[in-house]
């Protein structure tokens, strides 16, 4: 009987929810600013936000947008972003900061309110300083101050009578603004705000000129009735241990919310919100002029479909629609939620002396990344969001630690990470560099002066209580960092350990600093943080590093397309190898310097492959380097996981600005071989080659055993003829990395004089491939002198379109060849021979042994009135060439 009343009673208790006579209504204003330098202004905010005030000879301005991005848009700057440009545009430091002290007004049109009606003006984010004015009227009594704090106003008694509105914001950038003097956060003295540190130079970026100054967040006007629902809060509770597949124990959904009633009368009414067809309500009696927490009780979700992290389930969603109902019957305000029911647990590792995640009782080898920012401008989108996290999933990774000298990620970011699956470890705005854990020449205080910075302590504690508030209910956050390689000062670590996070959160694992020893005690074998560059690449299986890993990385140089983005052409010069004993080791070009080129270690894992002979060559040659690098990378940590590690995070997998170290794509979202390197390396089944011991071994990340897998194993040499080196029925445990059988004495036999390929495959009992590995070996001297001489391996190309926006393409390898070695697949415009970007490989950097093929898919946007693209194919040995895509047949 309840089965069959279910399907009545969620239309019913829908229809309550649609029903109110009374829609809330939110938009953002996003266009139609002008803007005007404060030194070309006289009149004050009073005058200014007058609609009579002619504001014709003002320039447009870009909002959400900083000075610069404004300025970029007007064309008065060129792009900071090409070549040396940054140069040219004045540095606030020399100027003055009036020189980039703004202000911004928007014309709107808002009818005048009706009774009852209240209407509500949200700032997100403006950086730094700023006051605010509507129609004549001074809306912040005070100076707001602060980059991470939200602004709300209640804007009904300011609306013009005949809807006509003007919108007036004066904002003022950092102080003290902070000398770029080359180090980290410059002279460190901007982390004395409480705002971003990276806009005063690092060792991965530029000054930004303007330090973001400008209204760089959204600014929304929202119509509500008497009272104004804010700041939900939704606490999922998972207990025991679970599986993504089957039936599921109930888990316990806790929800509250902030109500504010701005009106002389006291109001009732009730809160309420349904859940998988199951409401949840309360009545309330807010009094006048008051805001109140209101905590409903809990809900026994039966049978929940559970929110995991990529690669170890899927990522549910559960809408959420929490309204208010004046009087039971008129809806008055309402919040969206998207709700994934997971719990996040840790526990302390003993053998390895590092903490370990769980996730629905489940133990998570974390395979990390370090996010600084999606655009060094703050130009962001959602779009842009969705293409990087989507990246990120794609490398098979399944965390993001958000950097402390940049900012709390916004709501869009962490969208982008519930739908992939992405745990999230957000840091506060402290970093060891500026924040004085060293002696550092370059700041202009000493290192306990620094160690009180920000100046303002209250203002940092509001702004991290209200972004909190902000960001608490999505499920990718699992965890809550002091700072960057030190702690905050202890006055506030600890209030935000003791009362903020336990009472605005409570649910999320807090540490104290990115590489704390209660994440990860560093007392047995070596090292720390990093390595940061090239490494030999047995130092990954071999070298045991701190058992949680916060940042350890390498290089990521893009090929020539990508360089030729943002280097003139004079500029697209290889560096030149000196030798060892050179100092320096390398001749480098300025513009590659001024773009944080770092060639430690190139060179030496470069030249084995033969000197580069020209900028293509060089390129060509760094991505074979990437590939191994982050490959061997994750392949090491995976191969001692829950021995020596219990996670790794990779320092760093992108850059918000075109430099040249520490990325796996491009500003342009261009991928490099890399990235692909990473995708394969960390596949949650995955069969691998320990160089160290020459043993294949296989490693399980998931929950359940795998078994009849046939791994296989074969070599080639240069002509392409195949060797079988063993073949074994194998299971693996879940959660585990496991050795199998050596093969030394046959490789070394087979690529002795010129190096030989390695193909690694786990076939499942159907004989498909579940894990492929193909690896290139050098000769007994380290030399890929068979690479040097390999011969043309013409390939077969047939690419057609599956779908719209999605693309397959098929390498065949005719079976006298030798191998196809390494081929990128590029979507191309076929009128400018230009890649599309973002493109979304399932594969790349690919080698088709002799007689066989290989298929990937390509995913992208397509745009409206383009031509229809086209593949390139371009490989080691596999001339570059074009190639039509079969169009779909209706």
């Given at each position: 009987?309840?089965?069959?009343?279910?399907?009545?009673?969620?239309?019913?208790?829908?229809?309550?929810?649609?029903?109110?006579?009374?829609?809330?209504?939110?938009?953002?204003?996003?266009s139609?600013?002008?803007?005007?330098?404060?030194?070309?202004v006289?009149?004050?905010?009073?005058?200014?936000?007058?609609?009579?005030?002619?504001?014709?000879?003002?320039?447009?301005?870009?909002?959400?947008?900083?000075?610069?991005?404004?300025?970029?848009?007007?064309?008065?700057?060129?792009?900071?972003?090409?070549?040396?440009?940054?140069?040219?545009?004045?540095?606030?430091?020399?100027?003055?900061?009036?020189?980039?002290?703004?202000?911004?007004?928007?014309?709107?049109?808002?009818?005048?309110?009706?009774?009852?009606?209240?209407?509500?003006?949200?700032?997100?984010?403006?950086?730094?300083?700023?006051?605010?004015?509507?129609?004549?009227?001074?809306?912040?009594?005070?100076?707001?101050h602060?980059?991470?704090?939200?602004?709300?106003?209640?804007i009904?008694?300011?609306?013009?009578?005949?809807?006509?509105?003007?919108?007036?914001?004066?904002?003022?950038?950092?102080?003290?603004?902070?000398?770029?003097?080359?180090?980290?956060?410059?002279?460190?003295?901007?982390?004395?705000?409480?705002?971003?540190?990276?806009?005063?130079?690092?060792?991965?970026?530029q000054?930004?000129?303007?330090?973001?100054?400008?209204?760089?967040?959204?600014?929304?006007?929202?119509?509500?009735?008497?009272?104004?629902?804010?700041?939900?809060?939704?606490?999922?509770?998972?207990?025991?241990?679970?599986?993504?597949?089957?039936?599921?124990?109930?888990?316990?959904?806790?929800?509250?919310?902030?109500?504010?009633?701005?009106?002389?009368?006291?109001?009732?009414?009730?809160?309420?919100?349904?859940?998988?067809g199951?409401?949840?309500?309360?009545?309330?009696?807010?009094?006048?002029?008051?805001?109140?927490?209101?905590?409903?009780?809990?809900?026994?979700?039966?049978?929940?479909?559970?929110?995991?992290p990529?690669?170890?389930?899927?990522?549910?969603?559960?809408?959420?629609?929490?309204?208010?109902?004046?009087?039971?019957?008129?809806?008055?305000?309402?919040?969206?939620?998207?709700?994934?029911?997971?719990?996040?647990?840790?526990?302390?590792?003993?053998?390895?002396?590092?903490?370990?995640?769980?996730?629905?009782?489940?133990?998570?080898?974390?395979?990390?990344?370090?996010?600084?920012?999606?655009?060094?401008?703050?130009?962001?989108?959602?779009?842009?969001?969705?293409?990087?996290?989507?990246?990120?999933?794609?490398?098979?990774?399944?965390?993001?630690?958000v950097?402390?000298?940049?900012?709390?990620?916004?709501?869009?970011?962490?969208?982008?990470?519930?739908?992939?699956?992405?745990?999230?470890?957000?840091?506060?705005?402290?970093?060891?560099?500026?924040?004085?854990?060293?002696?550092?020449?370059?700041?202009?205080?000493?290192?306990?002066?620094?160690?009180?910075?920000?100046?303002?302590?209250?203002?940092?504690?509001?702004?991290?209580?209200?972004?909190?508030?902000?960001?608490?209910?999505?499920?990718?956050?699992?965890?809550?960092?002091?700072?960057?390689?030190?702690?905050?000062?202890?006055?506030?670590?600890?209030?935000?350990?003791?009362?903020?996070?336990?009472?605005?959160?409570?649910?999320?694992w807090?540490?104290?600093?990115?590489?704390?020893?209660?994440?990860?005690?560093?007392?047995?074998?070596?090292?720390?943080?990093?390595?940061?560059?090239?490494?030999?690449?047995?130092?990954?299986?071999?070298?045991?590093?701190?058992?949680?890993?916060?940042?350890?990385?390498?290089?990521?140089?893009?090929?020539?397309?990508?360089?030729?983005r943002?280097?003139?052409?004079?500029?697209?010069?290889?560096?030149?190898?000196?030798?060892?004993?050179?100092k320096?080791?390398?001749?480098?070009?300025?513009?590659?310097?001024?773009?944080?080129?770092?060639?430690?270690?190139?060179?030496?894992?470069?030249?084995?492959?033969?000197?580069?002979?020209?900028?293509?060559?060089?390129?060509?040659?760094?991505?074979?380097?990437?590939?191994?690098?982050?490959?061997?990378?994750?392949?090491?940590?995976?191969?001692?996981?829950?021995?020596?590690?219990?996670?790794?995070?990779?320092?760093?997998?992108?850059?918000?600005?075109?430099?040249?170290?520490?990325?796996?794509?491009?500003?342009?979202?261009?991928?490099?071989?890399?990235?692909?390197?990473?995708?394969?390396?960390?596949?949650?089944?995955?069969?691998?080659?320990?160089?160290?011991?020459?043993?294949v071994?296989?490693?399980?990340?998931?929950?359940?055993?795998?078994?009849?897998?046939?791994?296989?194993?074969?070599?080639?040499?240069?002509?392409?003829?195949?060797?079988?080196?063993?073949?074994?029925?194998?299971?693996?445990?879940p959660?585990?990395?496991?050795?199998?059988?050596?093969?030394?004495g046959?490789?070394?036999?087979?690529?002795?004089?010129?190096?030989?390929?390695?193909?690694?495959?786990?076939?499942?009992?159907?004989?498909?491939?579940?894990?492929?590995?193909?690896?290139?070996?050098?000769?007994?001297?380290?030399?890929?002198?068979?690479?040097?001489?390999?011969?043309?391996?013409?390939?077969?190309?047939?690419?057609?379109?599956?779908?719209?926006?999605?693309?397959?393409?098929t390498?065949?390898?005719?079976?006298?060849?030798?191998?196809?070695?390494?081929?990128?697949?590029?979507?191309?415009?076929?009128?400018?021979?230009?890649?599309?970007?973002?493109?979304?490989?399932?594969?790349?950097?690919?080698?088709?042994?002799?007689?066989?093929?290989?298929?990937?898919t390509?995913?992208?946007?397509?745009?409206a009135g383009?031509?229809?693209?086209?593949?390139?194919?371009?490989?080691?040995?596999?001339?570059?060439?074009?190639?039509?895509?079969?169009?779909?047949?209706?």
């Amino acid at each position: 009987m309840k089965l069959k009343l279910f399907p009545l009673l969620f239309l019913l208790v829908a229809g309550v929810l649609c029903s109110p006579a009374f829609g809330q209504s939110k938009y953002e204003l996003n266009s139609g600013w002008k803007c005007q330098p404060i030194a070309k202004v006289t009149d004050n905010g009073q005058a200014i936000s007058l609609p009579s005030y002619s504001t014709a000879n003002w320039a447009s301005a870009v909002v959400p947008g900083t000075v610069l991005t404004t300025q970029l848009v007007n064309k008065q700057i060129p792009d900071p972003f090409y070549g040396m440009n940054n140069e040219k545009i004045p540095d606030i430091y020399t100027t003055g900061r009036d020189y980039y002290t703004y202000w911004f007004t928007k014309d709107f049109t808002e009818t005048a309110p009706k009774k009852d009606e209240q209407v509500w003006l949200h700032l997100r984010g403006v950086n730094y300083s700023c006051e605010v004015f509507l129609n004549g009227q001074k809306l912040n009594q005070e100076t707001h101050h602060g980059m991470f704090l939200r602004q709300s106003y209640n804007i009904t008694a300011h609306l013009g009578k005949d809807g006509q509105n003007r919108l007036a914001i004066v904002v003022y950038p950092p102080d003290p603004v902070g000398k770029p003097n080359g180090g980290q956060g410059g002279d460190g003295t901007i982390a004395k705000n409480v705002t971003h540190q990276y806009v005063a130079g690092w060792d991965w970026i530029q000054p930004i000129r303007d330090r973001n100054t400008g209204i760089w967040d959204k600014v929304i006007l929202e119509k509500t009735q008497q009272i104004n629902l804010k700041n939900p809060h939704v606490v999922t509770l998972v207990p025991g241990k679970r599986k993504p597949d089957g039936p599921q124990q109930p888990a316990i959904i806790k929800v509250s919310a902030e109500l504010e009633n701005p009106t002389d009368k006291k109001v009732s009414g009730v809160l309420q919100y349904v859940l998988a067809g199951q409401m949840i309500s309360q009545k309330v009696t807010l009094p006048a002029r008051a805001t109140q927490k209101i905590q409903l009780k809990d809900l026994s979700l039966q049978n929940p479909k559970l929110w995991w992290p990529n690669m170890y389930g899927q990522q549910h969603l559960y809408p959420m629609k929490l309204q208010f109902l004046v009087n039971g019957k008129t809806l008055s305000d309402e919040e969206d939620v998207q709700v994934g029911v997971r719990e996040i647990q840790t526990e302390w590792n003993d053998h390895t002396r590092s903490m370990q995640i769980h996730v629905n009782g489940q133990k998570i080898f974390i395979k990390g990344a370090n996010w600084i920012i999606s655009d060094a401008m703050l130009r962001f989108t959602p779009a842009r969001y969705d293409a990087e996290l989507r990246y990120h999933r794609d490398m098979n990774l399944n965390l993001m630690r958000v950097w402390g000298g940049a900012l709390v990620e916004r709501p869009e970011f962490f969208e982008a990470c519930d739908k992939y699956g992405l745990l999230v470890i957000q840091d506060f705005w402290i970093t060891a560099d500026a924040n004085g854990r060293w002696v550092d020449p370059l700041k202009k205080d000493d290192q306990l002066t620094r160690r009180k910075y920000p100046d303002d302590h209250s203002l940092f504690l509001r702004s991290a209580a209200d972004q909190v508030k902000m960001i608490r209910n999505y499920p990718s956050l699992a965890m809550w960092c002091g700072g960057n390689e030190i702690t905050p000062p202890q006055d506030l670590l600890t209030a935000l350990e003791d009362s903020i996070l336990p009472q605005l959160d409570g649910t999320r694992w807090f540490i104290p600093y990115s590489n704390a020893d209660s994440m990860s005690f560093n007392s047995i074998g070596g090292g720390g943080d990093g390595p940061y560059t090239i490494q030999p690449i047995s130092q990954f299986w071999a070298y045991r590093t701190w058992p949680f890993n916060t940042e350890v990385g390498s290089v990521g140089v893009g090929d020539l397309e990508s360089l030729e983005r943002f280097l003139p052409k004079a500029n697209l010069v290889a560096p030149q190898f000196l030798g060892a004993n050179s100092k320096p080791t390398e001749k480098v070009d300025s513009m590659w310097t001024y773009h944080t080129y770092t060639g430690v270690g190139y060179e030496h894992h470069i030249l084995p492959y033969g000197a580069p002979k020209d900028i293509k060559d060089f390129t060509r040659k760094a991505q074979l380097v990437n590939y191994d690098q982050y490959r061997a990378l994750m392949e090491g940590f995976s191969s001692h996981m829950w021995d020596w590690y219990t996670g790794t995070i990779i320092w760093k997998t992108q850059n918000p600005w075109t430099s040249m170290r520490g990325q796996l794509y491009d500003y342009y979202l261009d991928p490099n071989a890399g990235l692909f390197g990473l995708r394969n390396g960390s596949e949650p089944l995955h069969v691998m080659f320990d160089p160290v011991d020459s043993m294949v071994m296989a490693v399980n990340n998931g929950f359940e055993i795998k078994r009849d897998l046939m791994l296989v194993v074969t070599g080639y040499d240069m002509a392409g003829k195949s060797t079988s080196l063993g073949q074994l029925v194998v299971e693996v445990s879940p959660s585990t990395a496991k050795k199998y059988f050596p093969i030394k004495g046959a490789l070394r036999r087979l690529g002795k004089e010129k190096g030989a390929f390695l193909s690694l495959r786990l076939l499942d009992f159907n004989q498909n491939v579940v894990s492929n590995n193909f690896y290139w070996l050098p000769n007994a001297k380290g030399q890929y002198t068979g690479l040097q001489e390999l011969a043309k391996a013409p390939v077969q190309v047939e690419a057609k379109e599956l779908s719209k926006g999605k693309v397959e393409v098929t390498l065949r390898n005719p079976a006298n060849n030798p191998v196809a070695f390494f081929n990128r697949v590029s979507l191309i415009n076929p009128q400018t021979n230009l890649r599309l970007l973002p493109v979304f490989n399932s594969d790349n950097y690919i080698s088709v042994p002799p007689g066989e093929h290989q298929t990937i898919t390509l995913e992208y946007t397509p745009e409206a009135g383009s031509p229809a693209p086209a593949i390139t194919v371009e490989g080691w040995n596999v001339d570059l060439k074009t190639y039509p895509i079969k169009p779909l047949v209706p």
